[in-house]
Nanobody, 117 residues
Framework: QVQLVESGGGLVQPGGSLRLSCAAS????????MAWYRQAPGKQREYVAF???????NYVDSVKGRFTISRDNAKNTVYLQMNSLKPDDTAVYYC???????????WGQGTQVTVSS
């Protein structure tokens, strides 16, 4: 089992940047595929970015070229660098960890990102 704690959210002006972090407890972090999701008010949770345990990445079209997912296995942490932020990026951002052996998934508690002038 793994516990996830997100941080780094906040209020930023359009065009600004934020870096979200997701720290995972427990061992064997490297076997987890990691993802970021977001949920805007009144909308369903949506996938944002994904990184396999081997380092391959994938992004939803709306964030390609602006967001970058990365991980530091030594620190048991995954990051989401968000640049050129838009008001439509406003949401609670959630970290997800998928154990690639058991296929069990885990969620963090979320961190609020608000993009507004």
């Amino acid at each position: 089992q793994v516990q996830l704690v997100e941080s780094g959210g906040g209020l930023v002006q359009p065009g600004g940047s934020l870096r979200l972090s997701c720290a995972a407890s427990g061992s064997s972090f490297s076997i987890y595929a990691m993802a970021w999701y977001r949920q805007a008010p009144g909308k369903q949770r949506e996938y944002v970015a994904f990184m396999t345990s081997g380092g391959s990445t994938n992004y939803v079209d709306s964030v390609k070229g602006r967001f970058t997912i990365s991980r530091d296995n030594a620190k048991n942490t995954v990051y989401l660098q968000m640049n050129s932020l838009k008001p439509d990026d406003t949401a609670v951002y959630y970290c997800n960890a998928l154990n690639t052996i058991t296929l069990l998934g885990y969620w963090g508690q979320g961190t609020q990102v608000t993009v507004s002038s």
